[in-house]
């Protein structure tokens, strides 16, 4: 089935940028979507459509996808953003979504 | 308010069986297709099960396949999941998730989960 590989973990220093790669095969045919999953809570739509973000969610998430790596970025950090950050596709040959292994981004 | 709840879940033997059920409210449930969606311990996402808005059309990953049931009862607004079989593998968070999107669906809303043991 189709593999989505994600760094295990990012650091970055609040008002930075940071930037979390999801890397698969010519992912940049698929769209790919990405979720924001606090400590205890369930996990939040962040990115849709590659760069499509859902209503509540700050213009600071934004996402990009081409060739090989799809991006979520994630301009201005604050402390609140600290999480787990999944992508996620559709696998066409298997008819079911796929997750990426899951990004911890820790704020310094 | 959309939302998601999550019942059924608890400590069960192997080769045991549990149902899950997801009560949805706040939308018109049977615009949407579902999936179940379960964290074990520590780890990643991992989709286990999805269904189509009036439950024509099913899908399984292959590590429940054969094992776990996925239903819906659009007069009651809610999903299921009969799981049996089960296996210490299966331990895990549960979520039920709505699926959205005209094609390469995503999952726009998440419940909070319910909690599936599997022990001796």
């Known amino acids: 089935s189709y593999v989505l590989t994600q760094p295990p973990s990012v650091s970055v220093a609040p008002g930075k940028t940071a930037r979390i790669t999801c890397g698969g095969n010519n992912i940049g045919s698929k769209s790919v979507h990405w979720y924001q999953q606090k400590p205890g809570q369930a996990p939040v739509l962040v990115i849709y459509?590659?760069?499509d973000r859902p209503s509540g969610i700050p213009e600071r998430f934004s996402g990009s996808n081409s060739g090989n790596t799809a991006t979520l970025t994630i301009s201005r950090v604050e402390a609140g953003d600290e999480a787990d950050y999944y992508c996620?596709?559709?696998?066409?040959?298997?008819?079911?979504?796929?997750f990426g292994t899951g990004t911890k981004v820790t704020v310094l | 308010e959309v939302q998601l709840v999550e019942s059924g879940g608890g400590v069960v033997r192997p080769g045991g069986s549990l149902r899950l059920s997801c009560a949805a409210s706040g939308f018109t449930f049977d615009d949407y297709g579902m999936s179940w969606v379960r964290q074990a311990p520590g780890k990643g996402l991992e989709w286990v099960s999805g269904i189509n808005w009036n439950g024509g059309s099913t899908g399984y990953a292959d590590s429940v396949k054969g094992r776990f049931t996925i239903s819906r009862d659009n007069a009651k607004n809610s999903l299921y999941l009969q799981m049996n079989s089960l296996r210490a593998e299966d331990t895990a968070l549960y979520h039920c998730?709505?699926?959205?999107?005209?094609?390469?669906?995503?999952?726009?809303?998440w419940g909070k989960g319910t909690t599936v043991t599997v022990s001796s």
């Open positions: 998730a709505r699926r959205s999107g005209y094609h390469e669906d995503y999952m726009d809303v």
């Open positions: 996620q596709v559709w696998d066409s040959s298997s008819d079911h979504p796929v």
């Open positions: 459509y590659d760069s």
